[in-house]
């Protein structure tokens, strides 16, 4: 009869020494290391050895409990992540508690944000004092969570909502504006940052954000970005440094990125499947002929790669417009589509407002007299309207396809059924909030709680531990 502990796929411990009476550990035989959820590593010398102070969030999706702690570094250690990339961590001694037996054993210091589990339990830590069962959870007892509001009461920060983060560049902008409002109106913290003036310390034992005058910007519940297309490079760099910090946000930046490229949303799109006008691309002025014929001659649409707000759209009316334009753009090494010119549509289309894949508001868009373009940004009107079952699903498919989370999704209705035009992954609030009456930048804040877990209650909002 062994006398190892018998442990499952994740169990309670406790790190005393750390002041964590319970934390979830992730049980990896696979992994020779264990690890602890660690942020804000800051390393210094004490009687000629060096120490590490440090923070922990021990609770999952839980910001609002932070332990800091202090600890003499045995060594810094290379460890190879589960994305294969090797990191240099520095590696603590810690006195462990697992069931009713204890034993020190070492940590590695990470941020986990982004794994879920705020610690892994690896085979070093386990030789010759545990099995571990695969298919067991919890095996030596479970926390409740009353058990772990109790014993984490007093470090919980007090809090009247999230620490929400604006990304984008004018705060007087009316969508930016009424996100503020908003969030500030449901009990959140609302702070405007600046895309150009944030820049990133890369660095994978304590990535951070730092915004222009040295402040390091911590404890940020979500972000939102609504990057302009102008600065689409350095702000998709911005978003993903909050992503690999573990923070939400409110459409990724690989997400962002294929919506600006338009070349490769419509590659999407057609790869899943959704009806599009049919659209061509050539890189030499050789294939310029072929390549009207190909979407059907003229009139056709031609649209720079990088366009936005109805900016970078030509309506060629003839074959030798057509082809004049296209030279040009070429001869200037910009990059365009040529797209087929549906008719029937009258110079009108649908924007569909996509939030948590769900259709949650439409207007129809009519371009000013003289302009085939529907946009509102060039002086077309728009009114509420209610779209059919086939386009409802054309606006969510086209969402999901680039992976966003909002999106203002334009479709145009022709003969052959609706067709997929392109996707806003920043769509304004201002003309279709005043078409249709609905608060979309309270909706996009709740999707923003959803995505967080965050309940609100009569008295006290807060995050919900899992």
């Known amino acids: 009869m062994t006398n190892k502990l018998i442990v499952g796929s994740e169990e309670w411990c406790s790190l005393p020494g750390l002041g964590l009476p319970a934390i979830k ?15 804000n590593i800051v390393p210094f010398q004490r ?19 932070v332990v800091r702690h202090e600890a003499l570094v045995l ?7 589960t994305s294969g990339i090797s990191e240099n961590r520095y590696v603590i001694r810690e006195e462990l508690v697992l069931g009713e037996q204890r034993w020190p054993i070492e940590l ?34 479970d926390v409740e969570p009353a058990q772990l509001n109790s014993m984490y009461e007093a470090l919980r920060t007090e809090r009247t909502g999230l620490r929400i983060a604006l990304l984008a560049s004018d705060p007087e902008l009316y969508s930016n504006r009424r996100l503020l409002e908003e969030g500030e109106e449901r009990g959140h913290r609302m702070e405007f940052l600046n895309v150009k003036q944030c820049y990133m310390r890369l660095d994978p034992q304590n990535p951070e954000m730092h915004y222009r005058g040295g402040n390091v910007l911590e404890r940020i519940d979500a972000v939102i970005p609504r990057i302009r297309p102008s600065v689409t490079f350095y702000g998709c760099a911005i978003t993903r440094q909050f992503e690999s910090m573990g923070i939400r946000v409110l459409n990724a930046a690989e997400p962002i990125k294929r919506s600006r490229d338009k070349l490769l949303a419509s590659q999407l799109f057609v790869r899943h499947g ?28 031609l649209k720079l790669l990088e366009g936005a707000q109805g900016r970078g759209v030509v309506l060629a009316e ?9 030279n040009a ?30 259709v949650v508001s439409a207007i129809e868009r009519t371009a000013a007299v003289g302009d085939f373009r529907s946009n509102i940004h060039q002086g077309g009107s728009a009114q509420a309207v209610r779209i059919r079952p086939e386009e409802r699903k054309l606006a969510v498919a086209a969402t999901r396809a680039l992976g966003l989370d909002v999106a203002g999704v334009d479709i145009i209705r022709s003969e052959r059924g609706p067709l997929l035009l392109e ?3 920043s769509p304004g609030l201002e003309g279709i909030e005043t078409a249709t009456g609905k608060d979309l930048a309270g909706l996009m804040i709740q999707e923003v709680e959803r995505k967080l877990g965050w309940v609100r209650s009569c008295s006290t909002p807060a995050l919900v531990a899992s």
């Open 25 to 39: 550990a992730r049980v990896d035989s696979g992994a020779a290391t264990s690890s602890l959820h660690a942020f």
């Open 47 to 65: 009687d000629g050895d060096l120490w590490i102070s440090f923070e922990v969030h021990p609770l999952q999706n839980d910001r609002s409990v």
């Open 75 to 81: 060594e810094q250690r290379g460890v190879r992540n």
């Open 108 to 141: 590695t210091l990470t941020n986990r944000d982004a794994m879920g589990f705020r610690m892994l339990l690896g085979r070093e830590a386990m030789v010759g004092r545990v099995l571990v069962d695969p298919e067991g959870r919890h095996q030596l007892g």
């Open 274 to 301: 959704l009806n599009m006008p049919i659209t061509g691309f050539a890189s030499s002025p050789l294939d310029t002929k072929d390549l009207i014929k190909m979407v059907g001659g003229a009139p056709l649409i």
């Open 318 to 326: 003839t074959q030798k417009a057509a082809e004049s334009v296209i």
């Open 329 to 358: 753009m070429k001869s200037l090494n910009a990059n365009l589509l040529v797209q087929e010119f549906i008719k029937e549509a009258g110079g009108k289309d649908l924007r569909c407002f996509v939030i948590g894949n769900k």
């Open 423 to 425: 996707v806003n992954s």
